[in-house]
């Protein structure tokens, strides 16, 4: 961490035990005219293992001066579900912070853009990357015959896990009212999703 951030880090640890509380980050950051809904968002931001403090290293890696998987400290958690995949492409920065807290379920609705952005991220993943995988039927998943149970599991789980939130907080910056709504009633999971179209 350089100098001017570690300086800024214990500027705002008041009580010099090495981690930020959301309290300390509001007493640092409401003189500068946060909200506290600005403040809230920035802490779970940074919270990047969500244990309700933020260490040196997360804020840090907040603001870009080491990297997620070089870091010397690592999130507390035990991975139910691991990124099956990183070995052969990294997880795009957009999906390693969660950018909001969206407490109401009907607002975490996803933009058209963002799923865009999701499915070609999938199909460099399988595609660009060579990743191969074999489902529990033995079925070997491809771009062509991937459906939402082997995205569940393969992507949306592995990647917001670690935050304990829905997808679309680590996409969205804010709430995200739906214009249609699509369920599992209307599209059956198992459904390939190029058929879905």
Partial sequence: MNSSLAATFQLLDRDRDGQLSIEELWNGLSDDGFT????????FQMDLNQDGMITAAEFAITYGQTDLDTRNEKPHFDAKFPILWKDKVAPPARYQLRRSSIQESHLRAMKLFQLIEFADFIEQVFGGCNFEFVDSYG???????INMY??????VKPLSERFACSFVELVAEAPQEPTWFLSHVTIRWSTSCPCTE
């Fill in 36 to 43: 506290e809904q600005q403040v809230e968002a920035a802490f």
């Fill in 139 to 145: 079925i070997t998943v491809s771009v062509q015959n």
């Fill in 150 to 155: 082997h995205i569940n599991d393969l992507f």
